[in-house]
Nanobody, 124 residues
Framework: QVQLVESGGGLVQAGGSLRLSCAASGRTVSTYAMGWFRQAPGQEREFVARISSSGRTTRYADSVKGRFTISRDNAKNTAYLQMNSLKPEDTAVYYC?????????????????WGQGTQVTVSS
């Protein structure tokens, strides 16, 4: 079993930056793809970014391309999401997820393990 814990969320002004972390425990996630999703009030959970187990391949939602960067440190069993040039529409609860399947899906239901989420609020 894998436990994921997100941290790094908070309140930031538009144009600012935040770095989210996702610490895994229970077993190594070095062979899992990792992803970030977000969910705003009244909206469905949406894909933000995904990184392969090796870290060589990444994928982003169009809405965050050029502003967000996903990365991972397998030695620390941790994934990250660097968020720059934040906009009020980025406000949401951000979730980290792990996927045992190497096929690069962006569908939330395909991910096997989830964290509890961390709130990101961007003020205008």
């Amino acid at each position: 079993q894998v436990q994921l814990v997100e941290s790094g969320g908070g309140l930031v002004q538009a144009g600012g930056s935040l770095r989210l972390s996702c610490a895994a425990s229970g077993r190594t996630v070095s062979t899992y793809a990792m992803g970030w999703f977000r969910q705003a009030p009244g909206q469905e959970r949406e894909f933000v970014a995904r990184i392969s187990s090796s870290g060589r391949t990444t994928r982003y939602a169009d809405s965050v391309k050029g502003r967000f960067t996903i990365s991972r440190d397998n030695a620390k069993n941790t994934a990250y999401l660097q968020m720059n040039s934040l906009k009020p529409e980025d406000t949401a609860v951000y979730y980290c997820a792990a996927d045992r399947n190497p096929v690069p899906t962006t569908i939330a239901a395909a991910f096997d393990y989830w964290g509890q989420g961390t709130q990101v609020t961007v003020s205008s």
